[in-house]
């Protein structure tokens, strides 16, 4: 059973620490304003490791790992007006230039992010806990959505590269740059889920004001340098400091076009209000979430299981699209959750770089105690812990906790956990399941598991009308990156996937003539001598 010992053991001493080589503290000067790294004289916000140390005491400290500059609205100010500046109201030389140059600037940036793939892969590792297989494969999916992205604007672009002649109007469409967009990640996939924006963004001729997550920061600082060497100054301008301040500034300054935040629709909602024309203002949003699982008695319950387990737990549960509550018949909830906790009793807790580890530390000691409090709140209203040390806390780790039965008057009911906990209710009537997911504030995606054809085609009429993805007899996730990732209600607003990202943060504009001669002696001379990136037939390799 999983005791507070038994987890404070699993925390290095100085010693074993030193063994896994935790990277030297950065302590990042820089802010990436107009092209230039600044150096930031002021104050700094420390920056602590998910992991800590075991001190000869027994006491556990968060590892050092650097610090960050604190910043403020002036230079939030700064940022957005190179941003703006570099837009130009869309004569600047990024807005305007060809999208194949484009396309090699983005080249460039990725054979230098590269260059330094296992120093934020550590970063990630140690700034978050993510598991060291998982932080590499982040690194790599980001890679590989970079690649995804480029050949999808070239195909895009390619199949835009000619004329329409419709009712005697030659036209020719592209999709064209929205401006300036203020693009923020969320912490738990602070590389991949950020780039998943910030590069479809970027290469469709928009400028950005990139605020880093709030854990996950310093994996940013080796990717500073590549983005001024590969980017025309102001294409990307880094903003530090408080969020709650800032971002408010920016959306009220009105200069900014696109806001796309992967975090909180409360957040997300509040601060769309604050642009003075909110018509004014595209949203692209990856909000919360509350993904159900519904266990049909029907289900194949060793693969049901098995998909729940990973579903509610990997990278400890801290996924938008994980597992949050698990509905299961009544007639086999008992034999469900006796194998549940036996799977779950098998997962093991440890360091992020031990080898097949799946529950780590988490990133801050306030969210240990959020999901204490969850927990708490559902045992005093009934709800039982079952698994053997379930809910148990040392440091940063908090061991699952698997919670049965999880009523409508607790905070598991409809709270979004994003954590390690797996809340359990049960049903009669497949109507009360179905009923929970109508119900929520969340559209996300939901998982069904039953081995009946005719029930699974029955509960998937309805159930796409609610959510966006529905995964039978697997868990929800975003992947492939090829597929629509989006979510209704309070859960996503725009869509991402490779090629949707493209169309997210672009606009179709048109260049239209009347099907004259002189209309065709013009355009020719146009394509002909290059005189416009827009009105061009060029083909990209
Ligand atoms: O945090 C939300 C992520 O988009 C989840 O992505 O399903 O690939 O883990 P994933």
């Given at each position: 059973?999983?005791?507070?010992?038994?987890?404070?053991?699993?925390?290095?001493?100085?010693?074993?620490?030193?063994?896994?080589?935790?990277?030297?503290?950065?302590?990042?000067?820089?802010?990436?304003?107009?092209?230039?790294?600044?150096?930031?004289?002021?104050?700094?916000?420390?920056?602590?490791?998910?992991?800590?140390?075991?001190?000869?005491?027994?006491?556990?400290?968060?590892?050092?790992?650097?610090?960050?500059?604190?910043?403020?609205?002036?230079?939030?100010?700064?940022?957005?007006?190179?941003?703006?500046?570099?837009?130009?109201?869309?004569?600047?030389?990024?807005?305007?230039?060809?999208?194949?140059?484009?396309?090699?600037?983005?080249?460039?940036?990725?054979?230098?992010?590269?260059?330094?793939?296992?120093?934020?892969?550590?970063?990630?590792?140690?700034?978050?806990?993510?598991?060291?297989?998982?932080?590499?494969?982040?690194?790599?999916?980001?890679?590989?959505?970079?690649?995804?992205?480029?050949?999808?604007?070239?195909?895009?672009?390619?199949?835009?590269?000619?004329?329409?002649?419709?009712?005697?109007?030659?036209?020719?469409?592209?999709?064209?740059?929205?401006?300036?967009?203020?693009?923020?990640?969320?912490?738990?996939?602070?590389?991949?889920?950020?780039?998943?924006?910030?590069?479809?963004?970027?290469?469709?001729?928009?400028t950005v004001v990139f605020k880093p997550p709030t854990f996950g920061v310093l994996l940013f600082n080796p990717l500073l340098e590549a983005f001024r060497k590969a980017f025309p100054p102001g294409v990307i301008n880094?903003?530090?400091?408080?969020?709650?301040?800032?971002?408010?500034?920016?959306?009220?300054?009105?200069?900014?076009?696109?806001?796309?935040?992967?975090?909180?629709?409360?957040?997300?909602?509040?601060?769309?209000?604050?642009?003075?024309?909110?018509?004014?203002?595209?949203?692209?949003?990856?909000?919360?979430?509350?993904?159900?699982?519904?266990?049909?008695?029907?289900?194949?319950?060793?693969?049901?299981?098995?998909?729940?387990?990973?579903?509610?737990?990997?990278?400890?549960?801290?996924?938008?699209?994980?597992?949050?509550?698990?509905?299961?018949?009544?007639?086999?909830?008992?034999?469900?959750?006796?194998?549940?906790?036996?799977?779950?009793?098998?997962?093991?807790?440890?360091?992020?770089?031990?080898?097949?580890?799946?529950?780590?530390?988490?990133?801050?000691?306030?969210?240990?105690?959020?999901?204490?409090?969850?927990?708490?709140?559902?045992?005093?209203?009934?709800?039982?812990?079952?698994?053997?040390g379930g809910g148990t806390v040392c440091g940063t780790l908090f061991a699952p906790a698997i919670v049965y039965p999880v009523k409508e008057d607790m905070l598991l009911y409809r709270e979004e956990q994003f954590g390690p906990i797996v809340p359990i209710m049960s049903f009669d009537n497949v109507e009360t399941a179905l009923?929970?997911?109508?119900?929520?504030?969340?559209?996300?995606?939901?998982?069904?598991?039953?081995?009946?054809?005719?029930?699974?085609?029955?509960?998937?009429?309805?159930?796409?009308?609610?959510?966006?993805?529905?995964?039978?007899?697997?868990?929800?996730?975003?992947?492939?990156?090829?597929?629509?990732?989006?979510?209704?209600?309070?859960?996503?607003?725009?869509?991402?996937?490779?090629?949707?990202?493209?169309?997210?943060?672009?606009?179709?504009?048109?260049?239209?003539?009347?099907?004259?001669?002189?209309?065709?002696?013009?355009?020719?001379?146009?394509?002909?001598?290059?005189?416009?990136?827009?009105?061009?037939?060029?083909?990209?390799?």
């Amino acid at each position: 059973m999983v005791t507070t010992d038994h987890l404070r053991a699993l925390f290095p001493d100085d010693a074993a620490l030193k063994a896994h080589d935790p990277p030297s503290p950065i302590d990042q000067r820089n802010i990436l304003v107009d092209g230039e790294l600044k150096h930031w004289p002021g104050e700094t916000v420390p920056v602590r490791s998910a992991v800590c140390v075991r001190k000869p005491d027994g006491s556990l400290e968060q590892i050092r790992l650097g610090s960050y500059p604190t910043a403020g609205i002036p230079e939030a100010m700064e940022a957005l007006d190179a941003a703006v500046e570099a837009y130009d109201d869309g004569r600047g030389e990024w807005p305007t230039m060809a999208v194949a140059q484009r396309i090699a600037c983005m080249q460039e940036f990725t054979r230098l992010m590269i260059e330094s793939r296992g120093e934020i892969i550590d970063l990630i590792m140690w700034e978050i806990g993510k598991s060291r297989t998982d932080s590499e494969k982040e690194f790599d999916r980001t890679v590989d959505y970079i690649k995804a992205t480029i050949a999808a604007l070239k195909e895009l672009d390619n199949s835009n590269s000619r004329f329409l002649v419709v009712e005697g109007t030659i036209g020719q469409i592209r999709r064209t740059p929205l401006g300036v967009v203020l693009c923020m990640g969320p912490y738990n996939y602070p590389l991949n889920e950020t780039f998943a924006t910030l590069i479809p963004a970027m290469i469709m001729g928009n400028t950005v004001v990139f605020k880093p997550p709030t854990f996950g920061v310093l994996l940013f600082n080796p990717l500073l340098e590549a983005f001024r060497k590969a980017f025309p100054p102001g294409v990307i301008n880094t903003v530090y400091g408080r969020g709650s301040e800032i971002v408010p500034a920016l959306l009220e300054s009105g200069k900014i076009n696109v806001l796309t935040l992967i975090g909180s629709s409360k957040v997300a909602d509040h601060l769309k209000k604050m642009h003075p024309k909110v018509n004014r203002l595209r949203a692209i949003l990856g909000l919360d979430a509350k993904n159900a699982a519904i266990v049909l008695p029907d289900a194949d319950m060793n693969l049901a299981v098995k998909e729940c387990v990973s579903g509610a737990l990997s990278f400890n549960g801290q996924r938008c699209t994980a597992l949050k509550m698990l509905i299961v018949h009544r007639d086999i909830v008992d034999d469900f959750i006796a194998r549940l906790v036996a799977e779950v009793d098998k997962l093991k807790i440890g360091m992020p770089w031990e080898k097949s580890v799946t529950i780590t530390p988490l990133p801050d000691l306030k969210k240990v105690e959020h999901m204490t409090r969850l927990v708490e709140d559902a045992k005093s209203k009934g709800a039982r812990v079952l698994n053997k040390g379930g809910g148990t806390v040392c440091g940063t780790l908090f061991a699952p906790a698997i919670v049965y039965p999880v009523k409508e008057d607790m905070l598991l009911y409809r709270e979004e956990q994003f954590g390690p906990i797996v809340p359990i209710m049960s049903f009669d009537n497949v109507e009360t399941a179905l009923e929970y997911v109508i119900t929520s504030e969340h559209g996300q995606q939901v998982s069904i598991f039953s081995e009946n054809p005719e029930t699974i085609g029955k509960l998937v009429d309805p159930l796409v009308n609610q959510v966006c993805r529905v995964n039978v007899n697997c868990q929800c996730q975003r992947g492939p990156d090829v597929f629509p990732f989006t979510g209704r209600k309070d859960s996503a607003e725009g869509t991402l996937s490779v090629t949707d990202a493209l169309r997210s943060f672009s606009i179709r504009s048109m260049v239209a003539a009347k099907q004259t001669e002189d209309s065709k002696r013009i355009l020719n001379k146009i394509v002909r001598d290059h005189d416009s990136n827009f009105i061009n037939t060029d083909f990209i390799f």
